[in-house]
């Protein structure tokens, strides 16, 4: 039983494409988020939904796009890959938006080439 | 906004011994400061969090302190083990906003 899980785990694909990365979550909570992780291992956060609506949305090129359908699910759309986008990126979730622990996704290896 | 500061980036220990690994933050509105382990390749995962109401939490081998007047907040681990050898990330935040985490320290636990 997977609280926080992610598809795909590993990407790899040429700069220009377009591509996403889904989450979901098991746990019933309200609040999910986007990391990203550079290869200096810096965690960053990218976007945070709460009940499907977003509440962060910190400053993250427009190429990138946060789709909630629902309040267990939060895609990661990303359009015109650039080499820089190559990273780590982690989905969490947590009960609320109060500030109490987060449950992070396995993560997605993104390689831009 | 809030800005995190974590030091050393790189701690190499003896196993047995203890580890220190210290955070400072800006916010003085901060009141939550949770700890995340992440071994390689894995996830972070929380190991102790503490709120602003509390000076120190302790579990098991690891505790945390916490100096709302100084504005910084340390992790102890005790007899360390070479499984605890990971990178460590400590965070801050004030209700309703985001995590900030610090850069992270890389602990190595030699036997």
């Known amino acids: 039983d997977t609280a926080v899980s992610q598809t795909p785990k590993y990407l790899v694909t040429q700069m220009g494409n377009d591509k996403s990365i889904k989450c979901e979550q098991n746990?019933?909570?309200?609040?999910m988020y986007w990391y990203k992780q550079d290869s200096k291992k810096f965690l960053k956060i990218m976007f945070s939904?709460?009940?499907?609506?977003?509440?962060i949305n910190e400053t993250v090129p427009n190429r990138f796009s946060p789709k909630s359908p629902d309040k267990a699910h939060l895609n990661l759309h990303i359009n015109s890959l650039e080499l820089g986008d190559s990273a780590v990126y982690f989905c969490a979730s947590s009960p609320t938006q109060v500030a109490n622990e987060q449950f992070f996704g396995p993560g997605t290896r993104l390689t831009v080439l | 906004g809030e800005n995190v500061e974590q030091h050393p980036s790189t701690l190499s220990v003896q196993e047995g011994d203890s580890a220190v690994i210290k955070c400072t933050y800006s916010?003085?509105?901060?009141?939550?400061f949770p700890w995340y382990k992440q071994e390689l390749g894995k996830r972070p995962q929380l190991i102790i969090d503490?709120?602003?109401?509390?000076g120190e939490k302790k579990d098991q081998r690891i505790a945390v302190t916490l100096n709302k007047t100084a504005k910084h907040f340390s992790l102890h681990i005790t007899e360390t083990q070479p499984e605890d050898s990971a990178v460590y990330f400590c965070?801050?935040?004030?209700?309703?906003?985001?995590?900030?985490f610090g850069t992270g320290t890389r602990l190595l636990v030699s036997p």
């Open positions: 746990l019933g909570h309200d609040t």
């Open positions: 939904y709460n009940n499907k609506e977003l509440i």
């Open positions: 503490i709120r602003s109401n509390v």
């Open positions: 916010d003085s509105a901060s009141n939550y």
């Open positions: 965070a801050a935040s004030r209700s309703f906003q985001k995590l900030v």
